[in-house]
Every structure is written in structure tokens, then in C-alpha cells.
């Protein structure tokens, strides 16, 4: 039979079996350095583990002119956006025995990596596909307004995250071209990933890993290396 | 010039037709429903197509008949008790969803798997894409009306799933990963019966590679069809084979520092320039060929010793936040895990491969022809779980 194009099929581009190098953390500050020289005073805070990963938290409004800046520096590859909500969820977190005095929910908000002042954040991940580096943004999202710049028109892919982040922490998008709910009906109420939206399965019924603990096996020696409780439930 | 009697006849038939055609091609536009049952969708998703004759205008996924909220369940339940969530996201490789998962509760409590342990895990995540890839080969016959190679994938994906099934005790959720390692050891004789599987399995690929990649009407229906390059490919954040498709050299496998076995093994990252449907087909063939590779060099080199590092009964992670994802049989599947120092996660962001592979459809359907469409879904390979999480 023949092909019907030029035959491709042992075709791979140059190039696919050269050593990739792995990112240092100098490559890691050289990425911070640059975008401060594009975004000045608007990057508040950043972190590297070392041999490992980069986080850089940015003002709110500077979120779109750093989503620009980082395109042009070759984070073209977009991973992922979505939201963070810091408060302690109002219902513990259900690893308490339903028999105990309930305590007092913590209340207190504390931002992870990179810190911040609000209760909801945003936060993305692009990578650079060249350099095999990523790099996680974050910027606080105002108490009083939840509404971001959109990224949708600097990485088509974001469209989706950010009507999924939308729809679940019912944090708006400015010149988003159709924030419409992407899983829940149009007129669900409530944004289900707040940590004050009650998951009512579990309130209705405690999980059952709580309540029928078996002794373990293993129980007196405390060295052994044994499975953890509730796995198998 | 002047025409005989029988030139200028046929010079006004063939106006005549013209006519009658730009008259009957004058259609209104007509909106077309896929799905949400639709054999080419492998789950529910449906996609509305605005026609505009034979051609797409507007396409529009709808994603959500099978959402199941599982950052929110995350949130209630324990580190261990997650990998049995996640098992069910692309419940075609379901092992290979609960590596990167594992790999970011470890990097926070700062422990490592045994070597053994992790050469087994990388044997059981190829093993994972090997069953998903070899379904999607047979499959893909079926949205050109081929029958057979379904058969033969289902067949052929019997040997791996047994195996997988020996090791592991769960055909298709294994929650066999442990934070420190493995559940179990590997059982008798299962080294050797991996080894007579995989074999079948190279020769599946040359099967399939005979009797669907040199199929005339099967490169007639994929070459040259829903080109993606490769600069949306990466707009859009298109992972796994289909950026590799688009020329995009990039595999998770080789381009990070992974508590993963893959620099033990001799294979080859393949990219193809066209980006076209075909390629992204043809890339995944070449894939399950590497992964047999991979597996068989693996199995000569598992270490001894081990396969449980020490860790405390009952496993708080401190606190902190990690990313980690690897190169999963759909694309790069990762998760943003936040710990608070208790015994369960914070919040658990999981960023599944098809949801952005899904996202470009509206891009890819535009202007295309109806038939076109369902291979072009077809070759980009999402797996509904994975898409609605």
C-alpha cells in the first residue's frame, strides 16, 4: 500500500534524545529578578525549597501584568489556576470522635507559602518547557471585592480554571468572556469549596473510620512499620 | 471562441448545477447534540456542534455529568485514605494517579521510598499506562467503524490488568500506594509472568500498528486532520502525547528530579512535528512500545531490600504546601497539596490532564467537518473522570 503523504512514521523531531539539565535555584532567582525588573515593588513576597520548586506571591492588581511578564519570559505553558480559601473550615475537620465535648473551631486565618492578608487567594502554575522550571503565583483576593483580572486572554487555557474557580469559590473574573458554572446547575447556591460550605454526607453521618477503630495488630511494637488506621474502610 | 452544440449544453448543465447546489447549500444553521452517551466520549460528555453544513462553526463541551467533588472530599479524609479517591480520577491507569499524590505527602514529611519500593512503583505506573494506552489503541478503530482491534486491545489488556491484579489485589483500583512505600511485596513468579505479558504486549503494538496505522482508510481519516501547533498546544496547557504530537519535547519522566526509577532504564522520548490527529495516535503507539522497554529493563533491576520505609502509625504531615506531578498515561496529572499539620490535607488541588487537554475542543472543532470530529475527539484521549474529578 502506498503512503499517502511523505512517510513520517520514523520521523521524531532533532533534539529528542538530548540530556535535559535540571533547574538549579539559580536559575530559580535569575526568574524573580527578572520579573522584578518588569513588575517592580508589585512582587511581595517569594520562596524556593531548595532543588525543588518557586513561589511568588504579587499584588492584586498587579496579577495580569505578571501573567504577561512571565509569558514573555517563557512561562508559556499554562498548568493550572484555582483558589485557596485559608479560613478553618467551622466544622472541624472531622477527624474529632463524634462522643468528645465539641472544641471550639479555630477561626484564626493563616496564608501558607508566601503569606498574604486576605481569606481567599488565587493561584497559578506555569511552567517553562525549555528550561523545565515551574513556577506557582499567587496574589491575595480583596475581602470586599472578590474579582480578579482575567487571565483567559493571555493563556487561552485559563478560560476553564478560572470558570471552575468561579464556580466553586465564587470569585469573579474581570473581562472573562463567559463565567458560566461548568458542573453545578445555573441556580445552585453556595460555592462548594468554601470552607464554610457544608459537606452534609459527612454531617449527617460520621465517617466510619472514626468510629469503629480496631486495635491494630501491631500495637506494641511501637518500631514496627505498620499500616495506617481507616485505610481499608 | 465558439462552442460546439455539445460543449455549450454541458456548459449550461453544469451552471444549472452550480446553481441548484449554492441554492441547496444556503442552509440555516443547525445545532447538533454528541453525547452525553456516545461511545467516542469514554464516559459523559456531551459536545454541541452549531453546523453550518456539513461544517463545525461553534462547538461547545459540556463537562460535569460526572463531577464527584473530590477536593472537597479530600478535605475530610486523611492522607492515606485519599489514594482511594484519586484511584477512581482516570480509572483506566488508576495506579498512576496515586503516585503523584503520595510523592507530595512525602516530599512534606521529607522521607523517600525505599529503592525497592520505588522501582516497583515506576514497574506498576508503566504497567498502568501500558492497560489505559493499549485500550485507547483498540478503541480508536471503533470510531472509524473497526471492530476488530477493540477486541484484540481488550484481550491483550487482560494480561496486564491479571498482573496488575497479582501485585497489587485490585483490577482497576489498586490503592496500593503508601506514604513511605509500598503496600505489599511483589508476589511469587510475578517477575516472570510480567516479563511473558509485556511480550505480548510489544507484539499487540505491531499488531495494531499493522493492522490500524498502515490502514489506508484509517491515515486517509487522521492525517493532515485537526492540526494543533504547538505555541496553542501550550496556551491551552495540552499535555502528555498530544503536546508531544505538536513537537513540543517534554516529558515529565526525564525533565524533573522524580523519587522515580526511570533514569535506570534506556528509552527515548518521541515527538512527532505534524500535530495532526494521526501524530497524536502514532506517539501513543510509540509510548506503550517505550513503556514495554522501560518495564522489561526494570524488572532485571529491582533492588532488594525493603519495600516500607518507617513511618509513624498514625501520619500527620507537617505543615506546608508542595507540587508534584509526573507524566501520567493522559498527560501531566498533578496535585497542589496544602497541609495544615493534622492528619488529613487542607486543600488538595488536583490538576488532571484532561481537563486542559478538553479545554482546546472549542479551538480544535472550529471549522472542521462532522466526521472529523469524532476522530479528532477520538486522538486527543480524555477519560471523563478525569476531566470532572
Known sequence: ?233 | MTLTDRQQLSYIASQAADARLNVELETEGMTLNIGPQHPATHGTLRIICRLDGEQVVWAEPVAGYMHRGYEKLTEVRTFPQVTTLVNRIDWLGSFANEVPFILAAEKLMEIEAPPRAQVIRTILFELSRIANVSLFLGDLGVQMGAITPVFLAFRDREYILNLIEGATGGRFHPNFDRIGGLKDDLPKGWIEETRGAVKKLEQFCDTIDDLLFGNEIFQSRMRGIGIIPADIAKDYGLSGANARASGIDWDLRRDQDIPLSYDLADWKVWTHPDGDSWARCWIRLQETRESCKIVTQLLDQIPAGPVMTKVPRIIKVPEGEAWVSTENPLGEMGYYVVSKGGLGPFRVKIRSASFNNISIVPWALKGVYVPDVITILASLYFILGDIDR
Open chain 1, 1 to 233: 500500500m502506498a503512503p499517502l503523504s511523505d512517510d513520517t512514521t520514523t520521523q521524531d523531531a532533532p533534539g529528542a534524545d538530548a540530556p535535559a539539565a535540571l533547574p538549579g535555584d539559580g536559575l530559580r532567582e535569575g526568574i524573580i529578578d527578572n520579573l522584578r525588573s518588569h513588575i517592580g515593588d508589585a512582587i511581595v513576597d517569594t520562596k524556593i525549597t531548595p532543588n525543588d520548586d518557586l513561589w511568588i506571591r504579587v499584588s492584586t492588581e498587579a496579577w495580569l501584568s505578571t501573567g504577561q511578564a512571565l509569558k514573555d519570559a517563557g512561562f508559556t505553558y499554562f498548568c493550572f489556576l484555582s483558589g485557596l480559601d485559608w479560613m478553618p473550615s467551622p466544622y472541624g475537620t472531622s477527624e474529632e470522635d463524634p462522643d468528645d465535648e465539641p472544641k471550639e473551631p479555630d477561626t484564626e486565618i493563616v496564608q501558607g507559602y508566601t503569606g498574604g492578608e486576605t481569606r481567599f487567594q488565587v493561584f497559578a502554575r506555569l511552567a517553562d518547557l525549555d528550561r523545565h522550571v515551574g513556577v506557582t503565583i499567587k496574589a491575595d483576593v480583596p475581602d470586599d471585592r472578590l474579582v480578579m483580572e482575567s487571565w483567559s486572554h493571555l493563556f487561552a487555557g485559563a478560560n476553564w480554571h478560572e470558570r471552575e474557580c468561579h464556580e466553586m469559590y465564587g470569585i469573579g473574573f474581570d473581562n472573562h468572556p463567559d463565567l458560566r458554572n461548568m458542573y453545578l446547575p445555573g441556580d445552585f447556591e453556595g460555592y462548594p469549596l468554601r470552607k464554610d460550605f457544608p459537606l452534609l454526607a459527612r454531617m449527617v453521618k460520621p465517617w466510619p473510620g472514626i468510629v469503629d477503630v480496631e486495635p491494630m495488630p501491631a500495637e506494641d511494637e511501637a518500631e514496627a512499620p505498620v499500616e495506617e488506621k481507616g485505610d481499608e474502610s
